[in-house]
């Protein structure tokens, strides 16, 4: 499940209307509307901002979907 | 005896470097259709299949590139271990050491073979030190299997996939004949597990290979031979000698010379694939209809632009991330300077490179006023806008392309004060009167190039849905046809020196 913070937080960089937009665990990133290689650095600083965490280069490269960042964000704050 | 010199029959299994064996020659052709044979008869048996492909992809390369054959099976056996060895361990320091070990190997005969000269000339130049050059060949295809190969090492460390357990599918993949000399850089996330998978192939298939391969030699041959030969090659080897219109035209001419020969190959290659039922990586999609130049990039030499994305780009700007968009365009900066420098050693290729860099800096940099400025006055699906885009995208294309083309960078400035301020325009009636072929050709050639994509399925579907003798009566007459246009010697295809 993304959850709606996680959800806001790219809509919100890619300047995309949340209720319009479906994100699930299985969406990668050139199905979401404008979220290309150029902006991908931009949404995850955005994500790191909002949530006070720090990820490593990796860690992010390994994501291959948005459910795998999902999960490396909740790794990060239960942490 | 039936006419058959069987003094020549060695001659079939020596390398010679004066004569090597490539696509498009009637040999190949001849032999590709006898390995088909060999191939439909072993059909149902996975592993005598795969070792005629491998028997036969070995005896290609060594007849294209002589005994550097060793160095090739010596790739595939040293990255079979490293990808195995990364994948049997969890400790992620070791996984790195091993990681290092492979792109040291890797990196390094590709630089040993494609860039020492280039350096010793640095250092020669700059007088730290005096340097004999050394005597070097560069084998065929390494800068293209190199890269083959890690796409395998990377994506293992990046767990996108896990290494194969089959030395013999990792070896096809590294020797597989149709893509070692240039390309498609394929993936083996999606190479390997094609090889076990049953041998069929459907009459869609066997139509798009077909039409691939005559599309492939019409490109190549009747376009990219013809207009290099004749007009292109004239205007570049002494650009004064001609106005600036014919300059001009000499450019267009080449970018569309540059896109037939490359793009044919790669339809060649991704064409005699599909016969054999493996489905290659796309790498061409109507480069000239990009209406940006990022969008060029996602159109151009597709498999090597996207390998450059995933391991160079993303992992830069991932680590640059801070500096926001200063970090992304450092990032896309140092990534088309090695795009360039992955064609060869030379200021011409790092300046074509560092041009596109800058390109895409700048896309980047008025990418927010841009969305404004159409917002404002609703212009983003105008189709005015889109021609302009795109005629915008396509010089800027052209113009990076004297560099990548001209001897010598005093010869590229030639082209370009020619057609600033010896234009001309009146000479054209004279070109397209001295030229007329030529100018046929390039009008034809872009013509087919901006026509709907949806007409090539139309027509493939068409063709699909022939007898199978008539499919073969066209594809007789299109390799007929071709071999009259012929000009004297199959010109060697571009990118088989980088």
Same mark, same amino acid.
Not at chain 2, 83 to 106: C, H, I, P, V
Not at chain 2, 214 to 238: E, H, Q, T
Not at chain 2, 481 to 496: E, G, H, K, N, R
């Given at each position: 499940?993304?959850?709606?913070?996680?959800?806001?937080?790219?809509?919100?960089?890619?300047?995309?209307?949340?209720?319009?937009?479906?994100?699930?665990?299985?969406?990668?990133?050139?199905?979401?509307?404008?979220?290309?290689?150029?902006?991908?650095?931009?949404?995850?600083?955005?994500?790191?901002?909002?949530?006070?965490?720090?990820?490593?280069?990796?860690?992010?490269?390994?994501?291959?979907?948005?459910?795998?960042?999902?999960?490396?964000?909740?790794?990060?704050?239960?942490? | 005896?039936?006419?058959?010199?069987?003094?020549?029959?060695?001659?079939?299994?020596?390398?010679?470097?004066?004569?090597?064996?490539?696509?498009?020659?009637?040999?190949?052709?001849?032999? @590709?259709?006898?390995?088909?044979?060999?191939?439909?008869?072993?059909?149902?048996?996975?592993?005598?299949?795969?070792?005629?492909?491998?028997?036969?992809?070995?005896?290609?390369?060594?007849?294209?590139?002589?005994?550097?054959?060793?160095?090739?099976?010596?790739?595939? /056996?040293?990255?079979?271990?490293?990808?195995?060895?990364?994948?049997?361990?969890?400790?992620?320091?070791?996984?790195?050491? @091993?990681?290092?070990?492979?792109?040291?190997?890797?990196?390094?005969?590709?630089?040993?073979?494609?860039?020492?000269?280039?350096?010793?000339?640095?250092?020669?130049?700059?007088?730290?030190? +005096?340097?004999?050059?050394?005597? /070097? /060949?560069?084998?065929?295809?390494?800068?293209?299997?190199?890269?083959?190969?890690?796409?395998?090492?990377?994506?293992?460390?990046?767990?996108?996939?896990?290494?194969?357990?089959?030395?013999?599918?990792?070896?096809?993949?590294?020797?597989?004949?149709? $893509? #070692?000399?240039?390309?498609?850089?394929?993936?083996?996330?999606?190479?390997?597990?094609?090889?076990?998978?049953?041998?069929?192939?459907?009459?869609?298939?066997?139509?798009?290979?077909?039409?691939?391969?005559?599309?492939?030699?019409?490109?190549?041959?009747? #376009?990219?031979?013809?207009?290099?030969?004749? %007009?292109?090659?004239?205007?570049?080897?002494?650009?004064?000698?001609?106005?600036?219109?014919?300059?001009?035209?000499?450019?267009?001419?080449?970018?569309?010379?540059?896109?037939?020969?490359?793009?044919?190959?790669?339809?060649?290659?991704?064409?005699?694939?599909?016969?054999?039922?493996?489905?290659?990586?796309?790498?061409?999609?109507?480069?000239?209809?990009?209406?940006?130049?990022?969008?060029?990039?996602?159109?151009?030499?597709?498999?090597?632009?996207?390998?450059?994305?995933?391991?160079?780009?993303?992992?830069?700007?991932?680590?640059?991330? $801070?500096?926001?968009?200063?970090?992304?365009?450092?990032?896309?900066?140092?990534? @088309?300077?090695?795009?360039?420098?992955?064609?060869?050693?030379?200021?011409?290729?790092?300046?074509?490179?560092?041009?596109?860099?800058?390109?895409?800096?700048?896309?980047?940099?008025?990418?927010?006023?841009?969305?404004?400025?159409?917002?404002?006055?609703?212009?983003?699906?105008?189709?005015?806008?889109?021609? =302009?885009?795109?005629?915008?995208?396509?010089?800027?294309?052209?113009?990076?392309?004297?560099?990548?083309?001209?001897?010598?960078?005093?010869?590229?400035?030639?082209?370009?004060?020619?057609?600033?301020?010896?234009?001309?325009?009146? =000479?054209? /009636? +004279?070109?397209?009167?001295?030229?007329?072929?030529? %100018?046929?050709?390039?009008?034809?050639?872009?013509?087919?190039?901006?026509?709907?994509?949806?007409?090539?399925?139309?027509?493939?579907?068409?063709?699909?849905?022939?007898?199978?003798?008539?499919?073969?009566?066209?594809?007789?007459?299109?390799?007929?046809?071709?071999? +009259? =246009?012929?000009?004297?010697?199959?010109?060697?295809?571009?990118?088989?020196? @980088?």
């Amino acid at each position: 499940m993304i959850s709606d913070r996680l959800k806001k937080i790219i809509c919100d960089e890619l300047y995309l209307d949340p209720s319009t937009i479906e994100i699930n665990n299985q969406t990668e990133a050139p199905e979401v509307p404008g979220w290309d290689s150029l902006n991908h650095a931009n949404i995850i600083v955005a994500i790191e901002k909002d949530y006070g965490v720090r990820f490593k280069g990796l860690e992010i490269l390994k994501c291959n979907n948005v459910g795998a960042l999902q999960n490396l964000v909740n790794s990060k704050v239960s942490d | 005896m039936f006419g058959i010199d069987l003094n020549k029959i060695p001659d079939l299994f020596l390398f010679s470097p004066d004569d090597p064996l490539l696509f498009g020659s009637s040999l190949f052709l001849f032999l @590709f259709f006898a390995l088909l044979i060999f191939y439909r008869i072993f059909a149902n048996n996975t592993n005598a299949r795969n070792l005629v492909l491998i028997t036969f992809s070995l005896y290609f390369y060594y007849m294209a590139g002589g005994l550097f054959v060793l160095l090739l099976i010596l790739n595939a /056996i040293l990255n079979f271990y490293f990808g195995k060895w990364m994948g049997g361990t969890s400790d992620d320091g070791k996984k790195r050491n @091993f990681l290092l070990l492979a792109l040291l190997f890797n990196l390094g005969l590709l630089v040993y073979f494609k860039y020492s000269n280039f350096f010793i000339q640095l250092v020669n130049d700059i007088s730290v030190g +005096q340097l004999d050059l050394l005597d /070097i /060949i560069l084998p065929l295809g390494i800068s293209f299997y190199t890269f083959k190969s890690l796409s395998y090492i990377l994506d293992i460390y990046l767990e996108a996939m896990n290494p194969t357990e089959r030395f013999r599918d990792y070896f096809l993949f590294v020797v597989f004949f149709p $893509n #070692i000399l240039a390309g498609p850089i394929d993936r083996a996330v999606k190479f390997l597990p094609q090889i076990n998978k049953s041998y069929s192939l459907s009459r869609k298939e066997m139509a798009m290979g077909l039409m691939l391969i005559m599309m492939g030699l019409i490109k190549k041959i009747m #376009i990219a031979d013809y207009i290099s030969l004749n %007009f292109v090659d004239r205007v570049f080897d002494s650009p004064i000698r001609f106005t600036g219109v014919e300059n001009l035209l000499a450019v267009y001419g080449y970018a569309l010379q540059l896109y037939c020969d490359f793009s044919g190959y790669s339809d060649i290659a991704i064409g005699i694939s599909l016969l054999l039922g493996f489905k290659l990586m796309e790498n061409f999609n109507y480069p000239f209809k990009a209406k940006s130049i990022s969008d060029f990039w996602r159109r151009w030499h597709i498999s090597l632009s996207s390998w450059l994305l995933d391991y160079v780009f993303r992992p830069l700007q991932l680590s640059l991330r $801070n500096w926001r968009k200063a970090g992304n365009i450092t990032a896309l900066v140092i990534t @088309f300077v090695l795009v360039g420098f992955w064609h060869g050693a030379s200021w011409a290729f790092l300046i074509w490179g560092l041009l596109h860099g800058i390109y895409m800096a700048i896309g980047l940099l008025v990418q927010g006023p841009k969305r404004k400025f159409y917002n404002k006055y609703n212009l983003t699906n105008s189709k005015i806008l889109g021609a =302009v885009q795109i005629f915008i995208t396509f010089n800027l294309v052209a113009f990076s392309f004297i560099f990548f083309r001209a001897s010598s960078f005093e010869v590229a400035l030639e082209v370009i004060n020619q057609i600033l301020f010896f234009f001309k325009p009146a =000479v054209f /009636i +004279q070109f397209v009167e001295g030229f007329t072929p030529t %100018f046929i050709l390039l009008v034809l050639g872009f013509l087919f190039h901006f026509l709907p994509s949806s007409l090539n399925d139309k027509v493939t579907d068409v063709f699909s849905k022939m007898n199978i003798f008539v499919q073969a009566i066209i594809f007789t007459l299109v390799i007929w046809l071709v071999t +009259q =246009v012929l000009s004297a010697d199959l010109q060697p295809f571009i990118y088989f020196q @980088f």
